[in-house]
């Protein structure tokens, strides 16, 4: 069982930029990824890192703003934003899977979400 707590959403104004960060409680060999979720929509992947942070992956929409880290000797992943549209409010959610993995079905533990909120 892994438990992942978020942090790090708010509010911001277009092309600002945050930085989500995710604690968890044992990192092991876990893939660890961001996935959002926006009202009325499905929840969508953002990013994913290896259990070593060798490999990475971006959706292609955040290409170029967003950058995923991982941080094992803290046991934390960051998920570090720039120029944010008004179109990347939604929560955002921490997962972890055992395997590599960019469908939320394939991750195994979720966090409870971080609020981010983009002003235009």
């Known amino acids: 069982q892994v438990q992942l707590v978020e942090s790090g959403g708010g509010l911001v104004q277009a092309g600002g930029s945050l930085r989500l960060s995710c604690a968890a409680s044992t990192f092991s060999t876990y893939v660890m990824g961001w996935f959002r979720q926006a009202p009325g929509k499905e929840r969508e992947f953002v990013a994913a890192v290896s259990w070593k942070g060798g490999t990475t992956s971006v959706a292609d929409s955040e290409k170029g703003r967003f950058t995923i880290s991982r941080d094992n000797s803290k046991n934390t992943v960051y998920l570090q934003m720039n120029s944010l549209k008004p179109e990347d409010t939604a929560v955002y959610y921490c997962?972890?899977?055992?395997?590599?993995?960019?469908?939320?079905?394939?991750?195994?533990?979720w966090g409870q979400g971080t609020q981010v909120t983009v002003s235009s």
């Open positions: 997962a972890a899977a055992r395997v590599w993995a960019v469908r939320p079905s394939e991750y195994a533990y």
